[in-house]
């Protein structure tokens, strides 16, 4: 499944800025590795946090690609999905209170994936 994950998110940064996760696929997906699509959606947006986290997706393509899965869950995004969305939609932008030279994925979205990943066991 790993595989299929890190496939569909080079494909999201490749046709950036279309989004690729559209119910055909992910139900193609889900179809090929038996899973449903909630659960689709919270192993990606893990999968994303994680290879985030590791320094294999860049910031900008992480982001990239979870906003094609918030575009894919719609306004039912719960849960682990949620606060991945939240954590890289916070690196989106400076603060008025953010120091001159501040980047705001660094100051923001890192220690949120990191809290995320410790708080449900994710590193290893």
């Given at each position: 499944?790993?595989?299929?994950?890190?496939?569909?998110?080079?494909?999201?940064?490749?046709?950036?800025?279309?989004?690729?996760?559209?119910?055909?696929?992910?139900?193609?997906?889900?179809?090929?590795?038996?899973?449903?699509?909630?659960?689709?959606?919270?192993?990606?947006?893990?999968?994303v946090a994680c290879e985030?986290?590791?320094?294999e997706l860049s910031y900008?393509?992480?982001?990239?690609?979870?906003?094609?899965?918030?575009?894919?869950?719609?306004?039912?995004?719960?849960?682990?999905?949620?606060?991945?969305?939240?954590?890289?939609?916070?690196?989106?932008?400076?603060?008025?209170?953010?120091?001159?030279?501040?980047?705001?994925?660094?100051?923001?979205?890192?220690?949120?994936?990191?809290?995320?990943?410790?708080?449900?066991?994710w590193l290893g």
């Amino acid at each position: 499944m790993e595989e299929g994950l890190r496939a569909l998110v080079s494909l999201s940064v490749a046709r950036a800025p279309y989004n690729t996760l559209t119910p055909a696929v992910v139900s193609e997906f889900c179809t090929q590795h038996g899973v449903p699509p909630e659960e689709f959606h919270d192993r990606f947006a893990r999968f994303v946090a994680c290879e985030f986290a590791k320094g294999e997706l860049s910031y900008a393509d992480a982001d990239c690609v979870i906003n094609d899965l918030a575009a894919c869950v719609g306004p039912d995004m719960h849960g682990v999905v949620l606060r991945v969305y939240h954590a890289f939609d916070s690196g989106e932008y400076l603060r008025p209170q953010d120091a001159e030279g501040t980047i705001p994925w660094q100051k923001y979205t890192l220690p949120q994936i990191m809290a995320l990943l410790t708080e449900e066991g994710w590193l290893g």
